[in-house]
């Protein structure tokens, strides 16, 4: 599902057209969900109903079972089918699809508001706090990761809404990297050794923040999360959207709840965590990130998708 989305999208790239971009990601990935044997809601998609013709939260979705199958089971779903729009229209650095999932209730129904957020992985993951200083959190995640407060990586959308956060940061002495957009992506990133990511800081999408816990949840890392809420209108929707306290601090278990949680991402255009979408005549390679909170395992898939018409296979592993 999200590598025939990163492919469709990916054919968009640099064409300067984040919406048409989306579209593309969208329709592949709504296409795809109906060959899957469930009974499947999206719980965090494209909107409301009326804003978005497909993917939209409450949209049933999944393969109706045929005469003598047994019923499906029931799955949330969680869909981001292009995060980072305009990084895929500039053709930059990050953009993916990204999909996750769990049993009924296993995804908060977050609003399309913002969330401050803070996310690490799992060294650092029980000594964040959302509340604390932004320096003495640098410190506390500087010392589980057995460095100095200026050796860590810190990503920020680059906003002006941050302005003091990046300020806060440079004071502390940590590095930054300033995106202009994929907070989800860093996320990911800096719960994953390697990536030269070591922690995220900053609003961004809520919806973002659900799907960066769900894959939280399977690397172990955390994310601690509050809702932005910009009036007592909004207040009063978060409640009939179910969510309790709008003011509370989230943790990961908490935006993903459930027991069972799968998450897969793929590259659409280069990354530090993924590869982009690689076209080669003969086929398409893609680089996917596929993972499940109760089996421990992190995949990381390197997939050819050979070109059925194509006589050629000698040149089918050029990258
Ligand atoms: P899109 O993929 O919808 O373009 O969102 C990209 C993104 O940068 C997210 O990664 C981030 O959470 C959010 O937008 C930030 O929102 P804003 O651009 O309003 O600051």
Known sequence: ????????????????????????????????MDTVAMRGTIVIGEGERDEA??????????????????????????VDPLEGTNLCATGTQNAITVMAASER??????????MEKIIVGSSARDVIDL???????????????????????????????????????RT????????????????????????????????GGAPEGVLAAAAMRCLNGEILGRLVVTG?????????????????????????????????ATGVTEGNLLKGVRFFGDGVRTHSLVMANNTGKVRF??????????????RLFRS
Request: net charge negative; glycine share 10%.
């Open 232 to 264: 007592p209108e909004q207040r009063e929707r978060m409640k009939s959207m179910g969510i309790r306290d709008p003011d509370a601090i989230y943790t990961a278990r908490e935006l993903a709840p459930g027991k069972e949680i799968l998450f897969a």
């Open 1 to 32: 599902m999200v590598e025939d989305a990163a492919i469709a999208c990916a054919h968009t790239m640099g064409m300067g057209d984040r919406k048409h971009s989306d579209r593309v990601a969208v329709e592949s990935m709504r296409k795809t």
């Open 301 to 314: 898939i390197d997939s050819i998708h050979v070109d059925k018409k194509s006589k050629n296979s000698l």
């Open 172 to 203: 502390a002495g940590a590095r930054i990297r300033l995106i202009g957009d994929g907070d989800l992506s860093a996320g990911i990133s800096a719960a994953v050794a390697g990536t030269g990511v070591h922690a995220v800081f900053g609003s």
């Open 131 to 169: 509340e604390a200083p932004v320096g003495d959190n640098l410190k506390r995640i500087a010392r589980r990761l057995d460095r100095e407060v200026d050796d860590l990586v810190v990503v920020v959308l680059d906003r002006p809404r941050h302005e003091k956060l990046i300020a806060d940061i």
């Open 105 to 114: 209730g296993g995804l908060l129904h977050a609003p399309d508001c913002y």
């Open 53 to 78: 013709p497909m993917l939209y939260i409450g949209e049933k979705v999944g393969r109706v079972p045929a005469s003598g199958e047994l019923e499906f089971p029931e799955v949330d779903i969680a």
